[in-house]
């Protein structure tokens, strides 16, 4: 019988330390050829999406700043996943969160987020519809949420401008994939939002590699990132391509702009349900057709590895009565 010290310790102390490191999925019963798509699981985070890293960094960084006080109130606009990655992280650290959403977002973002105890404030859309928002909608939810911590003196999360976003993901979600694609990364593709993700992946991954080439993904339509006039404000991917440059975005970064269509996004989301067994939601449909895309027109040798991001569960956008979108 092995001594007590001898048995391996595998618990986790809270929630928070089953954020990042996902697995990184290969995609190759969708795609078998050329190249291959490898797909970080960041649905496999606690809140159920890739938010969880730059929630808990953002909090924890405020918190060695002294700009968020032990026990102090948080308050942040979101289009859901944001809001339950905090909704995470405040609950383990004991901080009350109110989050503002346009009620254009998926109201099973907001369920999530108050389950975990927090307090989700909904806006009426302004010119969006359900689960196409644009970003005047988002504004609203946005200058509510500067309002309300203005008038409190809570701490503003701020992610749309906050370098710690993008920090967590220089940090984690970039060297997680270095290492767990044994260094070889040829491309890196990905949906903006506030565009952590992308400037913090691709900023870390070509100081590895100057020769990585990194991507956005934009809707079709919607690519004010490629420098186009927007003719389709209204697009399916929840969280991204709102029509504006984000703060956080980094243009010396971007290789090219892929567009993808609603239509693509929502095929290649069923595909990696049908052929892999995954439910994720329309920005890893996105990302995944945007990949396909990539390694099917030749820019890249015929054995490139494409990394892209599985943004977040697909629970998150089950069809629900029109009685509890209101």
Known sequence: MAELNEIPNEIKASALELIGNTPLVALDRLHPGPGRILAKCEFMNPGGSLKCR????????????????PGGEVIEMTSGNQGCGLAVVCAVLEHPLIVTMSKGNSIQRAIHMEALGAKCIRYPLVEGTYGNVTFADVEEALNAAIKMSEDSGAFFVKQIANTDNEDAHYCTTGPEIWRQTGHRVDAFATVVGTSGTFSGVS???????????????E????????GCQITKPLHLLQGASYGIIPDLFKK??????????????????????????????????????????????????????VVTILCDTGLKYTPVPESLIE
């Not at 730059?54 to 006080?69: N, P, T, V």
């Not at 870390?204 to 991507?215: A, G, R, S, T």
């Not at 809707?219 to 490629?226: I, R």
């Open 54 to 69: 730059s929630s808990l960094h953002m909090i924890q960084k405020a918190r060695e700043r002294g700009d968020l006080q």
């Open 203 to 217: 900023s870390y991954l070509k100081e590895q590699n100057p020769d990585v080439k990194c991507y956005v993904v």
């Open 219 to 226: 809707p079709e339509g919607n690519q004010p990132l490629k």
């Open 252 to 305: 010396d970064l971007m290789e090219d702009s892929i567009s993808v269509t609603d239509d693509e996004a929502v095929y290649y989301r069923d595909l990696i349900g049908s052929k892999e067994g995954l439910f994720v939601g329309y920005t890893s449909g996105a990302n995944v057709a945007a990949a396909v895309k990539l390694l099917n027109s030749g820019k890249l040798p015929e054995d490139a590895w």
